[in-house]
């Protein structure tokens, strides 16, 4: 099976600008969850998405959102770029059983976004 | 209180020695539990699951869970300088999976 893609591996945007990533989960896995890292926060939640629904939601401000596609692909919006924007931005895929619970998470590569 | 805590190191054992990472949680639904090894630049790679309290052993690693405590941890044996990296306690709950910030853990030959 191909692993968790993710485009673009690397961005770099200005202040005031948006950007807006892409994720294609492993196939069959219906749950898309989006991380944040930075060296000083470590991995930050944003939030996840199943079966074209978002089921869960970190502590980011509205200009972060995100969406799923029915192929299960999820994509992620920033708007107005801030410089505390530049981080690594993962992606990760996971199977839910019927029954809920956190199955494991399979990670992409992740996109590097600066800003300058 | 943070709901995943891991000391963030640097932990530095000498190579062949014991490694051991330790990670507590605050929320008692939790019902998963993983382990992630993630090298400089790289993203997170998974170690080892556990849901049941106790021990599950993988090769060189042990995860062991004690649900009362609150507590997981993961054991490295015979450590490896390639064994050198970031590892993520990760907490699963009905709908949300939450990570530590990690402990760096250096191998010295």
């Known amino acids: 099976k191909a692993g968790v893609t993710q485009t673009p591996r690397y961005l770099i945007k200005t202040r005031g600008q948006q950007v807006t990533l892409s994720c294609s989960p492993i196939s069959g896995h219906r749950s898309v969850s989006w991380y944040q890292q930075t060296p000083g926060q470590g991995l930050q939640f944003l939030f996840e998405?199943?079966?074209?629904?978002?089921?869960n939601k970190g502590n980011f401000p509205g200009r972060f959102s995100g969406r799923q596609f029915s192929n299960s692909r999820s994509e992620m919006n920033v708007s107005t770029l801030e410089l505390g924007d530049s981080a690594l931005y993962l992606c990760?895929?996971?199977?839910?059983?019927?029954?809920?619970?956190?199955?494991?998470?399979?990670f992409g590569p992740g996109t590097r976004l600066l800003v300058l | 209180q943070k709901e995943v805590e891991q000391n963030s190191g640097p932990l530095s054992v000498p190579e062949g020695a014991i490694a051991s990472l330790n990670c507590t949680y605050s929320?008692?639904?939790?019902?998963?539990f993983f382990w992630y090894r993630q090298y400089s630049g790289k993203s997170p790679e998974l170690i080892m699951f556990?849901?049941?309290?106790g021990d599950k052993e993988d090769g060189r690693f042990t995860a062991q869970l004690n649900k009362a405590s609150q507590y997981v941890s993961l054991l490295i044996r015979d450590s490896q300088p390639s064994d050198s990296a970031t590892y993520l306690c990760a907490v699963g709950g009905n709908n949300d999976m939450r990570f530590g910030a990690g402990t760096r853990l250096t191998v010295k030959p």
């Open positions: 929320d008692r639904g939790s019902q998963s």
């Open positions: 998405y199943f079966s074209e629904t978002q089921r």
């Open positions: 990760a895929s996971s199977y839910l059983t019927s029954g809920g619970g956190q199955e494991t998470q399979y």
């Open positions: 556990i849901y049941s309290n």
